[in-house]
């Protein structure tokens, strides 16, 4: 980047978190039509959780209110410090029987997301126990009967989907609505 603060865009509506604590995740969001398929998938499958299809880069985690300011000046300086990359989905995997979960595997660009979680992780108050190493992939069937896990899986065996990765985003939980996108990071900026 040559000189000056990360450009982003502000998605919250001027809403701020009340509370002494929010909850916090980021992830890259999948664009249209492949966004909308595989979202679409998930509702199919029965899978309660049916958020919007996305690759995590930060888990759900609760910080405090107070520390949500320092969180998005490390995050555009995170996004101001990686370039934009191309990322590839291709075909199905599980991790089952550790838990009952299908995905769409991210082929190209592997990398590039785990070094952006690393990155991301390493903000001012964020203190999160991962319950399993980093392994970017977006989700599309969770906790489902195994025969609409099979499913989900076999009919996404030939899936396959390119593109620019030039953003990502904090998303916002307050417990009292959906997770919200509170502000998007441009990646190289």
């Known amino acids: 980047m040559a000189g000056g603060a ?55 985690t609760e910080i405090q209110t107070a520390n949500l300011p320092a969180v998005e000046r490390h995050l555009a300086a995170v996004a101001a410090g990686h370039l934009p990359f191309t990322l590839h989905l291709r075909g199905t995997g599980t991790f089952r029987p550790v838990t ?22 390493a903000a001012p108050g964020l203190q999160r126990q991962a319950r399993f190493p980093y392994h970017p992939h977006v989700t599309v069937a969770q906790d489902v009967a195994p025969e609409a896990l099979d499913k989900v899986y ?17 998303f916002s939980h307050s417990g009292e609505a959906r997770w919200q996108p509170r502000r998007d990071f441009r990646l190289g900026d």
Do not use: K, M, N, Y
């Open 154 to 170: 076999e009919d996404l065996a030939d899936f396959s989907a390119t593109f620019e990765v030039d953003a990502f985003t904090l």
């Open 6 to 60: 990360a450009r982003s865009v502000d998605r919250s509506g001027g809403v701020s978190p009340t509370g002494d604590t929010i909850q916090i995740g980021i992830a890259v969001d999948i664009p249209e039509p492949w966004g909308a398929q595989l979202t679409r998938r998930r509702v199919e499958a029965g899978d309660p959780l049916a958020v919007p299809a996305h690759v995590t880069l930060l888990g759900p």
């Open 100 to 121: 009952q979960v299908v995905f769409v595997a991210v082929a190209a660009g592997i990398s590039e997301c785990e070094l952006l979680a690393a990155a991301i992780a």
